[in-house]
């Protein structure tokens, strides 16, 4: 039986500095109720393995009323129920088309609002199979729980978890969620301000660390209900994420 290790991991201040050089971006400048840019992201479509391994009860599509450039420079992923019963939402990622080890990975977003809502921006480790490859969770939030980021580490016997709540609701307004991820450490960051940061230092004994094995690529998505958020209230949908720009830049030693 795997034994999970759940570390709580408070802000750092520890005075920590690294440069950055940008390598990747997507403004998503197409025209209206365009369809993304495939060189850069695959549309991940259906139910996923176990409803998501969350019980959830979106089915994931490639269509234009649940993911699509909106010709004002934005990403919108739109969580909706279908006239059938159904809910239907966006996923995409960079899998095949782009990752990287070592990094700021960082995007404007503004959030849904609603509970049973789960939006989320991350990224996965592009060889092996959850948790082996590794799981960082730039930005995660339930739409019962407005103020609050949620931001994880998931790898084999143990989660890094934390969070950061602001005296306001996030879903007014765009704001930037990011990463900076270098040898042995992350930091995650709310609007440029880091608020969190774990170490390989800080994981369980025996542990492994495995945040410096691979490349790492990025996934963005709209998650409906399940064990975590919790049902939604159907009269709040549809919601929409919007993605304003996402930005990657490469770590220089």
Not at 47 to 57: M, R, V
Not at 133 to 158: C, K, R, W
Request: net charge negative; with cysteine.
């Amino acid at each position: 039986m795997l034994l999970l290790v759940v570390l709580c991991i408070l802000a750092d201040n520890d005075v920590f500095a690294a440069s950055f050089v940008p390598i990747w971006r997507d403004d998503f400048d197409g025209p209206s109720m365009s369809k993304l840019d495939r060189t850069k992201w695959v549309y991940e479509v259906g139910y996923g393995n176990s409803l998501w391994g969350n019980n959830e009860y979106q089915t994931y599509t490639d269509q234009i009323g649940n993911i699509r450039q909106d010709g004002q420079g934005h990403l919108v992923v739109t969580a909706r129920k279908e006239s059938d019963g159904r809910y239907t939402s966006g996923r995409i990622k960079t899998k095949g088309r782009f990752a990287l080890k070592f990094g700021k990975f960082e995007a404007r977003i503004k959030i849904p609002r609603g509970p049973g809502l789960l939006p989320a921006f991350w990224l996965m480790g592009s060889v092996g199979q959850w948790p082996d490859n590794g799981e960082i969770d730039i930005m995660e939030n339930v739409g019962q729980s407005p103020s609050t980021v949620f931001s994880n580490l998931h790898a084999p016997g143990y989660t890094a978890v934390g969070d950061q709540t602001v005296p306001r609701d996030l879903s007014d307004d765009f704001h930037v969620y990011a990463i900076e991820w270098t040898p042995g450490r992350v930091s995650w960051l709310l609007d440029n301000v880091v608020y969190k940061t774990v170490t390989k230092d800080d994981i369980p004994a025996g542990k492994r660390w495995v945040f410096d094995d691979q490349p790492f690529y990025m996934l963005l998505n709209v998650a409906v209900g399940g064990d975590w958020p919790g049902p939604p209230v159907d009269n709040a949908l549809p919601q929409d994420m919007v993605v304003d720009w996402v930005k990657v830049s490469a770590y220089t030693p």
